[in-house]
């Protein structure tokens, strides 16, 4: 067994009211030092959560962690379960709410609620199980080492007493917390790596859970904002008079949700700060009445926003921006002199020496993430509290950009987790969260903010547009000796130094550009990770292509020099773990003979502390893709939920194939050129693979996320089996422009 | 402003709305049924589906002034405790990610399994294609159906 400090206390414990009579109250709190991955989510957060355990035997777990369709809510429970050794069908789970006193990290960002929360929810089960035994042994008089726990029920053979949870709760609560305990052997586990369905799944099928948009009161009025129509534009007059006279509405209004002299949280994106605010009875309504409201607007002058904590402002530069000059200002950009961030051996060098060089470059454009539950929150803001329901990914982020803004203190401020339709990053950004709690004071009723899907999509943000040229160098052998990537995007460089294939190539450049933009982005779906792991992907296949090699044996030559010898310092990955999941898919996808008729390539990233090794068989069909199967070997430590890492995977595959083909969100003069689904497309049933097969290595080591990583190996390897399929490379997103228009060149020249 | 009268799930309402007013605002705004989604206002993406006299329509872009006496049935309504086919089939492949489209994706599914009871592949894949899915469930979704239609 392995003995964790449990850093509980007598008051801690007792603060949250133990309650004899109503049973074991356990809260637990305690620091975690470890910072999330993405390096722009700074700093480290703390994890809380809690089990209620009732007389009548309910055992209550909460789920600390915003619910955004990775199924925390349930696996989060299933280790508080496991090592608490209740049967599982007795647990009822519910959402823990937001107190920042309490509990922490709450946040769904970063494939890291799992990794970061493992220690706590074991530490947690493993306290009240230690509790109620100690309550057992004083009421028998017997030693503690003698009971036995199994699926909630207290038991001592010799004396052939037990009791239930239920029955022991009550005296488990005056239990003195003990400073360490003991948790399971991995070995044992009962509850963990078996699989158990989303504990939401009953109230999904019958339209029973709650989301965000679901939040009615019953005086509550509805509000929609009437956004700006352009990036890089103010609001100069209005003219509502037609939606005032219109049945139902209630008021046209501005407000300036961030203030110039505001400090901004780190997820405070705006790009429109002053907002015209319609209210009125129903949803309909001012749907319609809106879009009545004539608006002038004016070119802004650039201007500074100011973040907590930060010495500088932050400049917003002005103009109308276009997609056509973001992409010549980004090829300008790759070729001027950039930001070196790491380099090893001397590369220009060995570029001269080579015997084969190779040089590509690709692009990606903006994405809109476009969750289908659209930006939406509830507020009911009165003197001495701001009551706030709905979707969001980073709850106590927003709490305290409310508090400043509202002029409210910490403790006045009560944000509510909903289930959350869908976030993909866009939900971490709560502008949405504080406009509501704006209107609210601003009207004092509670309101319902609802955008429609154009104001979600055409609102900002967006994923970053991005570019990268890579070049490699081969010796006469056919060894790869030299590797140059210079990256960069608008507004900000995807470049991850310290990753493969750094660390495999004795000669290694990486540099790093960026341009400014007045076009809000947003992390979107393995931030940065999305376009670097496709796109370096792409170019390895190529370069095993040039040395005439099989691109897994390739890359598996790389990475046994990477375990045997590394090059440089701070290599961002494990080696044998990468060439693990590689290994693992060879195998599974039967990698030497491909069925008949069927093209595949083959991609493996690492991020987000996850390995995803993937391959795509697909068959080109009229011009379009049909992708017969991906298969994923995946190495994530230990595989919490089977049945929901497994859904991740899949999901996440397809979601990158669907990004990577079809989604585009273009510029022009300002304005966002795509508004809906039916212009903005996403990847659809019929598109989408015919299967997805996800194989996991079996590991005993701790588990990290699945939201992230099988997105941009998914895309890779799709890019690389297309090559198969129709001879030519894909060096652009999203991939059916090429494919389309050569379709249409072969169709024509027929 | 028009009285309408209004059947849904086997309850007749008589709502106060524009007669404009898609059906979707009247089931959330109006009657409180919030299993009915919105997602594009369109008819797009398929997360408002409901069936009108048993066929899957998008509720976000039909008035309700062209309801005339047709019964609406929403997810609410599809079974008394959630044990439908193609619901117990969802629970069974442990289908949904973030949920929100799901039961736009059921009504779908429990419609096209009334007008065809064993489905090929192609002709789900067809059927369920107006159903957006930004999780990308869809090769649970399309498994489901399968074992759903076994039972129907």
Known sequence: MTKVKTHLNRRSFLKLGAAGSAGLMLQFSWFSSLAMENPTMEGAWDLNGYIKIATDGTVTIASPNPEVGQNVKTSMPMIVAEELDVNWKDVLVEQAPLNTAIFTRQIAGGSNSIKESWDSLRMAGATARHMLVQAAAAAWKVPASEIDVTLGIISHEESGKNATFGEMASAASQIKVPTEVEVKNIKDFKIIRHSQKNVDGPGITTGKAVFGLDVYSENMVFASIVSPPAFGVKLKSFDASEALSMNGIYDVFTINAYPEDFERGRFDISAFPELIVITGDSTWRIMKAKKTIKAEWSAFDSYAVKFLGQDTKEQVPAGKESTENHYSEMIQKSKENAKQVRKDGNPEKAFSEATKVIERSYTAPYLAHSPLEPLNFYANVTADKAELIGPIQTPEYMEKSVARRLGMTLEQVDIQMTRIGGGFGRKLYGHYLLEAAVISQKIKRPVKLMYTREDDMTFGAYRPTYQASFRAALDKDNNMIAFHVKTGGIPESPLYANRFPAGTVDNYLAESWAIESNITTAAFRAPRSNFMGAVEQSFLDEVAELAGKDPIDFRLELFDRAIKNPVGKNNDYEANRYAGVLKLVREKSNWETPKPGISRGVAAYYCHNSYVASVVDLRMEEGKPIIENVYCGVDCGIVVNPIAASNMVEGGSVDGIGHALYSLLTIKDGVPQQSNYNDYHLIRNNDAPRDVEVHFVDSDIHPTGLGEPPFAPAIAALANALYKDTGKRYYHQPFMVDIESMYLQEKESV | ?152
């Open chain 2, 1 to 152: 402003m028009a009285v309408y009268s209004i059947n849904v799930n086997g309850t007749t309402h008589q709502v106060d709305v524009d007669s404009d007013t898609p059906i979707l605002w009247v089931l959330r705004d109006n009657l409180r049924l919030l299993g009915t989604k919105y997602g594009c206002g369109i008819a797009h993406c398929g997360v408002c589906t409901v069936h009108l006299d048993g066929e899957a329509i998008r509720s976000c872009a039909y008035p309700i002034s062209a309801i005339e006496n047709k019964k609406i049935v929403t997810i609410e309504g599809l079974s008394e405790s959630g044990d439908h086919p193609v619901q117990k089939a969802w629970i069974e492949h442990d289908v949904p990610q973030c949920g929100y489209c799901q039961a736009g994706q059921i009504m779908t599914a429990a419609s096209l399994l009334e007008q065809n009871s064993n489905p090929s592949d192609d002709e789900i894949r067809r059927a369920m294609n107006g159903n957006i899915c930004r999780c990308a469930t869809y090769t649970r979704i399309n498994r489901a159906i399968k074992t759903a239609a076994k039972e129907m």
